[in-house]
């Protein structure tokens, strides 16, 4: 095991630095919302500075013929500028463009140096279009310098010595295009990648939040509807008994207060760990908390049901050493069945819990009853969460659940749950 290196604290950013790259992104944004400002400004300034070295006799101080006709050198620099402001949307036509003027340029011996424009137009070629553009693009802004060796020969250099420098600056042109493209991609892929996992955090709050929802109603169904359950065939009991045996009135009556009691501990429990700590009153505070039932709280369970008017027997095999996960849904699996006996299985109906444990954590547990076979209703028509509620404990696990009626000639409703052996960690 190699031990964790610790992460170094995130260090602010210089102020110089952080301005720059504000400045840079503003700058961005305003070319983003209105390209074609920037674009006239920068083809704008080299038109002028082509017109200025015209007219001021400056491209004859490096002309190979300076006694090039100005009416020539002058429409050559503005056909070598003006494609400029296309050098973004269309770099490989603006290319194209040019190259007629600097070939003639180069024919001519004016050798003007806005024909060194065109290394702005390779440079976007390289950054805007694919790749292999490159090979034609780093051709046709060769063929100046050839024709100038092909025309002029040595007097205007060893023919190396143009051709390589021109092929380096286009080089280096080249390079840049493709380093500053190298990294707006990867910009844009770690953008991307942003975006996708905050989509993706997104998703996984909602279904955690969906997740969480479904707990707590299986949790709120469980605890209302078997106490619920208990206190109507408790209360139902105490009606029937009150005009023969008061004592066992006032017995129900006790028992449905404990029931209620239990209930009301249960939900405020469970309502309390849903509030937020700005609700409890200040840090101070903390909800009053209780562990989840367990298989120590059968007998509990038991005993309520029976007084409810249930009888229910019990046949338990091997030794219990689960952990808590597998003993709640085994707890509320068999709530679940003995609420729904209450429920539809009708008077005179006994139920009965065949517990067995087994090797390695796998347990398999059978309640039955002997009330009316007739089928549950539909939870997708009831609107009912038991039985899902019960797959899905038991899906945890990866155990299998069976819920229906007993088979023929034997009357009631069989629950029978499968929990395998826990996966080694």
Request: include cysteine.
């Amino acid at each position: 095991m190699q031990p964790v290196k610790p992460v170094p604290e995130d260090r602010a950013a210089e102020p110089l630095t952080e301005y720059v790259q504000r400045v840079n992104r503003r700058i961005r944004a305003f070319d983003h919302r209105h390209p074609l400002v920037w674009d006239l400004h920068l083809t704008g300034f080299w038109v002028l500075a082509a017109l200025i070295d015209a007219t001021s006799g400056g491209w004859a101080n490096v002309a190979h013929n300076p006694d090039a006709p100005f009416g020539l050198v002058l429409v050559l620099s503005v056909a070598l500028s003006v494609p400029l402001l296309w050098r973004r949307s269309h770099p490989a036509t603006a290319l194209l463009v040019t190259l007629p003027p600097a070939l003639v340029s180069a024919w001519s011996g004016a050798a003007l140096q806005a024909a060194l424009l065109q290394l702005l137009l390779v440079h976007h070629i390289a950054l805007r279009l694919p790749l292999r553009n490159l090979w034609w693009a780093v051709t046709l802004a060769t063929a100046p310098a050839c024709v100038t060796v092909v025309r002029y020969g040595d007097s205007a250099g060893s023919w190396n010595q143009q051709v390589g420098s021109h092929l380096l600056s286009l080089g280096v042109a080249v390079l840049i295009g493709i380093t500053v493209r190298t990294r707006r991609d990867y910009t844009a892929a770690l953008e991307d990648r942003a975006r996708r996992l905050e989509t993706e955090r997104d998703q996984q709050v909602r279904l955690a939040a969906a997740a969480e929802r479904a707990r707590i109603a299986r949790e709120m169904h469980d605890i209302i509807g078997h106490n619920l359950s208990v206190i109507t065939g408790l209360a139902d009991g105490g009606r029937y008994a009150a005009a023969k045996s008061p004592d066992r009135a006032a017995q129900a009556l006790d028992a449905i207060g404990t029931t209620s009691r239990q209930a009301l501990g249960e939900l405020r429990r469970l309502l309390d760990v849903l509030r937020d700590d700005d609700q409890d009153g200040g840090a101070g505070q903390t909800p009053e908390l209780a562990p989840q039932p367990a298989l120590t709280d059968l007998d509990r369970l038991l005993d309520g049901v029976r007084q409810a008017g249930l009888p229910v027997r019990t046949t338990i095999k091997g030794e219990p050493a689960l952990p808590e996960g597998r003993q709640l849904t085994l707890y509320r699996v068999i709530q679940e069945a003995l609420t729904n006996t209450l429920k539809h299985a009708g008077p005179d109906a006994t139920a009965h819990i065949d517990l067995s444990y087994e090797a390695g954590g796998a347990v398999t547990l059978t309640v039955t009853d002997t009330g009316r076979t007739a089928p549950l209703p539909s939870p997708a028509l009831s609107g009912g969460r038991g039985l899902p509620g019960m797959r899905e404990r038991t899906s945890l696990y990866g155990g299998t659940l069976e819920a229906g009626p007993r088979p023929a000639p034997e009357q009631g409703w069989r629950v029978h749950l499968h929990l395998p052996e826990e996966s080694p960690q």
